[in-house]
Each structure stands twice: as structure tokens, then as C-alpha cells.
């Protein structure tokens, strides 16, 4: 059984302006899935209904975290073991950091539920150090940069797992949006390195080729496809009709077919354009 379930997810802002309709996933534990789409396709909601901080009009989202397996509601979740399995970083992290230096804000949600604060400091200071940060611990987050406030926002949520990474589901939009290429590449590193399941919100498609196991299009609101990594990134017309584009990364003899008018030989189409072998099976959407 998987380990996050999405069962026909429905959702409209208001009750009148629709953003998701009848979304229905798996992923499972300890993969990384992109949700990728382009401006407004409904993967920020999609994150937020996951993470429970939107309840759908339809459809609920259940975590399977038992032995013998049971799948739970995320929405109707008491049970705070379960509950901290799921942690969001949001679009704008400056939205989570809001307290005096960077370690208070990582601490606070465990100080929240009444740890001590020399525990909590203790505790804050080993999830900065897990995301490279601990040199930051004293800094106030409003003057750090866009790549510090990512790795401090990202270190909030991995206190939450409770050192149970594995067990943990991390949501994150748009990770590389505001990062320098040297910042995006290095924050991209250490995303690979985490040990949870991943599920991360992008139209960084060079990203989602790169750190991706499955990918799911979201197309106005709905599921366009699903397809292993690379797959459909290398298909430019799918693309380009859900107003996406090739990743810059990919397979280098399409890019060059296509500058020089000329197809190249068969055997160049073959080679990989990521860790990922190619040409995995993918399943459009039927409508
Ligand atoms: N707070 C809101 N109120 C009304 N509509 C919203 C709100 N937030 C998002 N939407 C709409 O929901 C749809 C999906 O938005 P969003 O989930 O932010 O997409 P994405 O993250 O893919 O850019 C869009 O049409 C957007 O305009
Ligand atoms: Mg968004």
C-alpha cells in the first residue's frame, strides 16, 4: 500500500473559483514526486490540501504509516505522532520565519508543544547542521538571503519529523524560485540528500529532471499526466501545451536537431539526460 494517498481531490477558492478538480495520486515512501505546471495549474493548493492546511470540497488525502498498514485521514488526524509526519515549506519562506533569530524560529514548533528551550535549542541546532546551517543559528531571518531562509524554513519542518526522517513527508513550493544558480544547485544537493519522501512543487522542469523519481503535470487544475523521470520532459509538445517548456537539460541531441534542422543518428537519442534511464514508460491522463 502507498505510503500518501490523494484520493479525488476537488477544490475552489470561495466555492466559485475553482483550482483543483478530481486529483487523485500515490506516492511512495521515501521518493521524491514533482508537481510541476505551469502558473496557476493549482500546485501551491494541491501542497496546502496536503498538508492540511486547506480542506478540500471533495476527496480526502490519507498517510499509511501503521504496521500492519492502515491508511488514516490526514484532515481528521489527532493522533500527534502521525501529524508531524507531514511539513510544509512554503513558496515565501519570510511566511514561517518570524521570530527574533534563526534557531527560535526552527525551535518553535517544539517549544509550542512544550519542550524546554535548552532541549529545544539543542534539538534546533542539529536540524540546522543537517541542512548546512548552523552557522546561521544566531542571525535574524529577515536579513538572511533567499537560499538561507530556504535552508532555515526547511530546517523548521525536519525538527517536526523528530529525527524519524524517514517516516517524514517534506511539501515544498517552488524550493529554487528566488536562488542564484549557485544557491539553486547547492539547495537541490541537499534536497537529494534528505532521507524523506519529497514532494515538491516546481515548473523548474531542469530540477524535476534532476532530483525526480515520478512527475505529475498539472494542467488548470487538473492531472494532465504522470510520467517517470525524464519521460514527458523530453516531449516538447506535451509541453508546450501545458505552457510549459523544455528543461534546459534536456537531451542534448533534440536541442541540437533542432538548432541545426538535421536528425541526428538514432543511437545519440538514446543518451541519458539525468541520473534517470531513459524512456521509461508514462501514462497521459485520459479526459
Ligand atoms: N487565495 C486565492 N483566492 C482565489 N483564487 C486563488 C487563490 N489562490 C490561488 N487561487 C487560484 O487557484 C488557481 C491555482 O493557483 P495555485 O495553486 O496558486 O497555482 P500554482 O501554484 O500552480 O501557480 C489559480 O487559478 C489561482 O488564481
Ligand atoms: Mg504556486
Known amino acids: 500500500m502507498s505510503y500518501l494517498q490523494v484520493q479525488n481531490i476537488s477544490y475552489s477558492y470561495e466555492g466559485k473559483f ?25 500546485k501551491s493548493t494541491l501542497l496546502q490540501i496536503i498538508a492540511a492546511c486547506i480542506k478540500p470540497d471533495a476527496g ?16 481528521v488526524l489527532r493522533d ?18 518570524f521570530m527574533p533569530t534563526v534557531w527560535e524560529d526552527v525551535a518553535f514548533a517544539i517549544m509550542n508543544k512544550g519542550c524546554a528551550m535548552s532541549e529545544a535549542k539543542a534539538k ?8 548546512e546551517a548552523e552557522h546561521l543559528a544566531e542571525r535574524p531571518p529577515y536579513k538572511l538571503s533567499g537560499g538561507e531562509k530556504q535552508r532555515a524554513a526547511l530546517a523548521s519542518v525536519l525538527i517536526t519529523f523528530q529525527n524519524n526522517d524517514e517516516h517524514g513527508i517534506l511539501l515544498i513550493d517552488e524550493p529554487t524560485a528566488y536562488l542564484d544558480p549557485r544557491a539553486r544547485k547547492n539547495f537541490i544537493q541537499l534536497l537529494k540528500k534528505l532521507s524523506c519522501t519529497k514532494i515538491i512543487a516546481t515548473h523548474d522542469l531542469d530540477m524535476a529532471l534532476t532530483i525526480s523519481d515520478e512527475i505529475l503535470f498539472l494542467n488548470n487544475g487538473t492531472l494532465a499526466a504522470r510520467s517517470p523521470a525524464p519521460g514527458l520532459l523530453s516531449d516538447e509538445v506535451f509541453l508546450q501545451s501545458i505552457g510549459l517548456e523544455l528543461p534546459l537539460s534536456s537531451p542534448a541531441p533534440r536541442r541540437f536537431e533542432k538548432l541545426l534542422g538535421l536528425p541526428l543518428c538514432g ?9 534517470h534511464e531513459p524512456h521509461q514508460p508514462h501514462e497521459r491522463i485520459q479526459k
Open 18 to 42: 475553482p483550482a483543483l478538480s478530481n486529483i487523485s495520486f500515490d506516492v511512495e515512501k521515501g521518493s521524491c514526486l514533482c508537481l510541476a505546471g505551469a502558473n496557476g495549474s493549482g
Open 60 to 75: 480526502d488525502v490519507c498517510i499509511c504509516n501503521d504496521a500492519p498498514p492502515s491508511p488514516k485521514k490526514v484532515s
Open 80 to 97: 500527534e505522532s502521525a501529524r508531524r509526519k507531514i511539513g510544509i515549506v512554503f513558496q515565501e519562506p519570510d511566511n514561517q520565519l
Open 124 to 131: 534546533a541546532l542539529n536540524a540546522l547542521r543537517a541542512v
Open 267 to 275: 543511437s545519440c537519442s538514446a543518451i541519458p539526460i539525468s541520473d
